[in-house]
């Protein structure tokens, strides 16, 4: 049982360039939320799903995409990378009944 | 607009005492609060949470207190350890839909031995 696996857990884009950030349970949990944490600031929700095909945005979707093909995949995409987007992201799973979600170890991104 | 608050950054306190680390919100919707530990290079790990229908839960050293009527909750560790050295999230969210999450910027809280 490995909990929610990230990866890369560091990447380097440039500017206009897109990327996938990978994120995979392995503990049959429907619910799996993107977010991502900035200097100084709290965690911010991108992107959540509660269950396979089903997608919603949260707080700070632009520039994002998700799909949720799986209950065990739930990949981030940036379509076009801006600084803005230099941040690092959580991928976080639960299961009905859990109080709370189990988080990844994050992969930490930087775009120049 | 922050509608979850931490507003002391960071937190000492000794080895043995009690650490209290405060949040305050502004939305009267929320009505399900949680507290996060966070470790460096590591992602969050759920500590505790509250339905607003109670004022207090426990859960061993851990312990939140709720205030509605102040929009306030607090996190009580007793006693503290070295190992409760860490950056302390609270969220909140409205139960219908408690996927999404608001969270503080976090409190550093240093327990020295």
């Known amino acids: 049982n490995a909990g929610v696996t990230q990866t890369p857990k560091f990447q380097v884009l440039k500017t206009g360039q897109s990327m996938t950030l990978q994120c995979a349970q392995d503990?049959?949990?429907?619910?799996m939320s993107w977010y991502r944490q900035d200097p100084g600031m709290g965690l911010r929700l991108i992107h959540y799903?509660?269950?396979?095909?089903?997608?919603d945005q949260g707080e700070v979707p632009n520039g994002y995409n998700v799909s949720r093909s799986t209950t065990e995949d739930f990949p981030l995409r940036l379509l076009s990378a801006a600084p803005s987007q230099t941040s690092v992201y959580f991928c976080?799973?639960?299961?009905?009944?859990?109080?709370?979600?189990?988080f990844g170890s994050g992969t930490r991104l930087t775009v120049v | 607009d922050q509608q979850v608050k931490q507003n002391s950054p960071s937190l000492s306190v000794q080895e043995g005492r009690i650490s209290i680390l405060n949040c305050d919100y502004t939305?009267?919707?929320?009505?399900?609060f949680l507290w996060y530990k966070k470790y460096p290079a590591e992602g969050p790990t759920f500590l505790i949470s509250i339905s607003s229908i109670k004022d207090k839960n426990e859960d061993g050293r851990f312990t939140v207190f709720l205030n509605k009527s102040a929009k306030h909750l607090s996190l009580h560790i007793v006693p503290s350890q070295p190992g409760d050295s860490a950056v302390y999230f609270c969220?909140?969210?409205?139960?219908?839909?408690?996927?999404?999450?608001?969270f503080g910027k976090g409190t550093k809280l240093t327990v020295n031995p």
């Open positions: 976080a799973s639960r299961v009905t009944g859990e109080k709370g979600y189990t």
């Open positions: 969220a909140a969210s409205v139960q219908g839909g408690s996927e999404k999450l608001v």
């Open positions: 939305n009267s919707m929320f009505d399900y």
């Open positions: 799903s509660v269950g396979a095909g089903i997608t």
């Open positions: 503990m049959n949990h429907e619910y």
